[in-house]
């Protein structure tokens, strides 16, 4: 079979970017024939440098014919984009999409050829494979926490691969986290302090940039009180700088106007849901089987979390989980859904109560558990008869024997796990209905306090969950809207660029840490330049609470710091008597004082995790490797989840609580403004990836047939979306994928940030 298979195979092994990693080339040096029968006048010659798409490149004289590719985006990817064509020896791999080969998860399919007929346009014949030094990490896109390897050379990264981990991203990585990595080495990076002189940013020293915060927020302070000071603080960072940053506010200045929300007001939405409901701890959403029942809430993973999405179908594939899909339009994973349920947007709530007044009528309810952990259940069901499901139904447009269906695949499983998406967040924000109904329906079936049971809540960045566990929060303190509007004298921005997510009024001195010079860096007093991730280490909490530990791959870039080192370089000369040394002594002191952290050190949450440190430069003691042993990679820990309360407090009793859904606006001529998420957007680390901005789309809004047919819109053409005094263009996208009287808008596009949803908007052909 060897032989055969050599036949055609080109001598490209000293070039080929396979060439040590190459299944066939190893297996021939063990069992291979050391020469050929076949006379080389009838060697097959075929198209070398093909274009597959705008990240892979294909060799089709390397191809072995394997259908690796092809099967993996069929059957894992579920993305029909490859397939044959021609026969016998002349049989190629070819794309079947447009644009060619699309995908997220195009990637996955350069790690499973088994030859070099598959490479990445972005590190083909940049590099040997044996000259490329893998250091673990994780992924800085998603909330998924993605374990991957950053392949360094020359102080540069070359490639990220995954890292395998069966309980966080198996061998996947989508297409963001494996090519959108080139912020962390841009020739736009910060690299230096700068200081606003006159009208102009200019180059400055730490020493001089930290003693003018420093001196500016205790004036600040001194002359306005505490609460003229602010703090925006990034849910990018990681969980040692966010703890830091709350205390540096809390404890040091005194100040409680904290935030986190920038861009995406929901983020906080359903934070005491998860500490009380959250997943069980041993919940892994690729071996989900018939017993668990999955309930996709106002979600759409293959944009807002694709590698969950791609965990999801393989539950229902190959394990039998139940998997309903509940949204107010019809999303990717809906088609492998056993029941795919559409309601209208805004009315969320009476879905979720058409679904527990149902599971009370026929009496499905967890008697049981109530008894023993639930608190006024006959008074909060006496509550219901006035909603009757006929009711609920008609409100949410959802027949009523579908929700009854519903209802009782989520009463009669074992388990149950809802997962609360974007759309689902942000209609809990603008009614609390929503929040009180997840609750109410995971109570009233006991699916609480185990693994494959509870709430994950997809939240839209890689630690917006650590940002929620430190209080991120303006509890008692100004929101991020009126920090951003001036009523703070001084603000601090961390990781995050409120200037471009909206309106933003500068305060009096603007500080500003950041890796690029934003468009809120741009109106600061003082610009002070972080560490990627890829340049110090640290951990991030995941979407499913997993807290995973993150190490250096680069050397820092320029004069960049730590954003941890800054913080509590500014509370040091504030007074506080602050004295880390690297960022696993902020993590002991976490594990000290935060009970959801308790013994969580560096040391036990690397485990296994032993890999070679890279030489760091001088005078950067933050970033100097802690004590862990090192030696090749295997069983590499997934971190450690801290528990719900439901989990942690086995006695510990639960109030239900209803409040009564908002009442339904009366009929208006214009349509329902829906806000999705796009994988591929225009934000700041995307925009440093050259390769990838084929992938990010025009802006556009999703608008339904019929409703395109009334107002004489056709696919393609530009519309102007009215709403409140804004106004902006966009192409539309007609299809049957959005229900009428409503529209859908990708945010973070361009013109497209901080959309308000739920608005009224009016749209017309331009």
């Not at 927020?217 to 602010?230: D, K, N, V």
Request: hydrophobic content about 40%; aromatic content about 8%; glycine content about 8%.
């Amino acid at each position: 079979m060897l032989e055969f298979l050599l036949t055609s195979h080109p001598l490209d092994c000293p070039i080929c970017d396979k060439g040590g990693e190459c299944p066939l080339q190893n297996l021939t040096m063990a069992y291979g024939p050391g020469k050929s029968r076949f006379p080389v006048e009838s060697k097959f010659h075929n198209e070398k440098r093909v274009p597959l798409g705008d990240l892979i490149m294909l060799d089709r004289e390397r191809c072995i014919q394997c259908s690796r590719c092809v099967r993996l985006q069929d059957e894992i990817a579920d993305d029909h984009v490859l397939g044959f064509q021609a026969r016998g020896r002349g049989l190629e791999i070819v794309s079947l999409s447009d644009p060619p080969f699309d995908s997220k998860f195009s990637g996955n399919t350069i790690d499973i050829c088994p030859v070099g007929a598959l490479t990445s346009r972005d590190f083909r014949l940049s590099a040997r494979v044996w000259e490329v030094r893998d250091y673990p990490s994780v992924c800085a896109h998603c909330s998924v926490g993605c374990n991957i390897l950053i392949g360094e050379r020359d102080h540069d990264i070359k490639r990220i691969v995954p890292r395998e981990n069966e309980s966080v991203n198996e061998i996947f990585l989508c297409d963001k986290g494996r090519f959108v990595h080139h912020f962390a080495t841009a020739p736009e990076r910060l690299t230096t302090p700068l200081i606003r002189r006159g009208w102009k940013l200019e180059v400055g020293s730490w020493n001089e940039a930290l003693n003018l915060v420093a001196s500016k927020f205790a004036e600040t302070r001194t002359q306005h009180g505490a609460s003229a000071l602010g703090g925006l603080g990034g849910d990018r960072a990681s969980n040692e700088d966010l703890y830091l940053f709350q205390k540096l506010f809390r404890q040091v200045i005194g100040s409680n106007n904290l935030e986190h929300r920038v861009g995406w007001s929901a983020t906080n939405v359903g934070a005491d849901l998860v500490r009380l409901y959250g997943a069980g701890v041993g919940t892994n959403l690729g071996a989900l089987d018939k017993n668990v029942t999955v309930l996709v809430l106002g979600a759409d993973p293959e944009e807002e979390q694709p590698v969950i999405r791609l965990r999801l179908t393989k539950s229902v594939r190959w394990y039998g989980a139940n998997l309903i899909v509940a949204n107010g339009r019809v999303t990717k994973l809906a088609k492998h859904a056993k029941q795919s349920l559409v309601y209208k947007y805004g009315a969320e709530a009476y879905f979720l109560l058409g679904v527990i007044r149902a599971i009370v009528d026929e009496g499905l309810e967890n008697r049981d558990f109530i008894a023993a952990r639930v608190a006024n259940f006959e008074e909060f069901a006496k509550s219901l008869e006035p909603n009757t499901v006929e009711r609920c139904a008609e409100l949410c447009h959802v027949k009523p024997e579908k929700i009854r269906d519903a209802a009782r695949q989520i009463a009669q499983s074992p388990n149950l796990l809802i997962l609360s998406g974007r759309e689902a967040m942000f209609a809990q924000q603008n009614d609390p209905a929503v929040a009180s109904g997840i609750a109410a329906l995971l109570l009233i079936t006991g699916h609480v306090g185990r693994a494959n049971n509870g709430l994950i809540a997809l939240y839209p960045h890689n630690n917006s969950m650590g940002a929620l566990d430190f209080g991120l929060l303006s509890e008692g303190g100004l929101s991020v809207r009126e920090m951003a509007s001036g009523k703070v004298r001084a603000l601090y921005a961390m990781a995050c660029d409120p200037a471009a997510a909206g309106e933003f009024t500068k305060p009096a001195f603007l500080v500003v840490q950041d890796l690029f010079l934003t468009e809120t860096a741009k109106l600061a007093d003082v610009v002070l330049p972080a560490q990627s991730f890829a340049e110090r280490e640290g951990t991030f909490t995941n979407t499913e609470r997993r807290v995973q530990l993150f190490r250096a791959a680069l050397k820092p870039i320029g004069e960049s710091k730590p954003d941890w080192w800054i913080i509590a370089e500014i509370a040091k000369r504030l007074g506080a008597e602050w004295k880390y040394g690297r960022s696993s002594e902020i993590m002991e002191e976490i594990a000290a004082t935060a009970p959801r952290y308790a013994g969580m050190t560096y040391a036990a949450l690397a485990e296994n995790v032993k890999m070679p440190r890279p030489a760091y430069g001088q005078g950067n003691p933050s970033d100097q490797p802690t004590e862990i042993a090192m030696g090749e990679l295997e069983n590499v820990s997934s971190g450690k989840a801290w528990r719900s309360v439901a989990e942690s407090e086995p006695n510990a009793k639960f109030e239900l609580v209803w409040n009564e859904p908002g009442q339904q606006s009366p009929e208006d001529s214009r349509q329902y403004l829906a806000v999705a998420r796009s994988l591929y957007d225009r934000g700041t680390l995307m925009s440093q990836t050259q390769i990838v901005r084929p992938r990010v789309p025009k802006p556009w809004v999703e608008i339904n047939s019929q409703d395109a047919e009334q107002l004489g819109i056709e696919n393609g053409a530009r519309v102007r979306v009215s709403f409140d005094s804004r106004v902006i263009e966009l192409t539309a996208r007609v299809d049957g994928h959005v229900p009428p009287d409503a529209v859908l808008i990708p945010s973070n596009l361009d013109g497209t940030a901080a959309l308000p949803l739920g608005a009224r908007v009016k749209v017309e052909k331009v």
